[in-house]
């Protein structure tokens, strides 16, 4: 993984795997090195991957999942 790593909390794991695709800011436990904008990996407690989404830095909403799989988030996948 290449994107900055953001880890959530467990409640923002299980809403995750529940089919959620939106992640709030106060289910986000770390997220060094992110900027607004920025495809992220979505990890849990424990790193275990989850999702690569878009980090927003002021939105309640901070992340907005756009992939489950690891795969690259480029131009080509938006494509």
Same mark, same amino acid.
């Given at each position: 993984?290449?994107?900055?790593v #953001?880890?959530?909390?467990r409640r *923002?794991?299980? @809403?995750?795997?529940?089919?959620h695709l939106w992640?709030? $800011? %106060?289910?986000?436990s770390k997220a ?6 920025? #495809?992220?990996?979505?990890?849990d *407690?424990?790193? @275990?991957?989850?999702a690569k989404?878009f980090?927003?830095? $002021? %939105?309640?909403?901070?992340l907005?999942?756009?992939?489950r799989?690891?795969?690259q ?7």
């Open positions: 993984m290449n994107e900055p #953001v880890e959530i909390t *923002g794991a299980d @809403r995750l795997r529940l089919g992640i709030y $800011r %106060s289910d986000v060094p090195g992110a900027k607004a904008g920025d #495809v992220v990996a979505v990890v *407690g424990r790193r @275990r991957f989850l989404a980090w927003s830095e $002021r %939105s309640q909403i901070a907005r999942v756009v992939t799989d690891e795969e988030v480029d131009e080509a996948f938006l494509a």
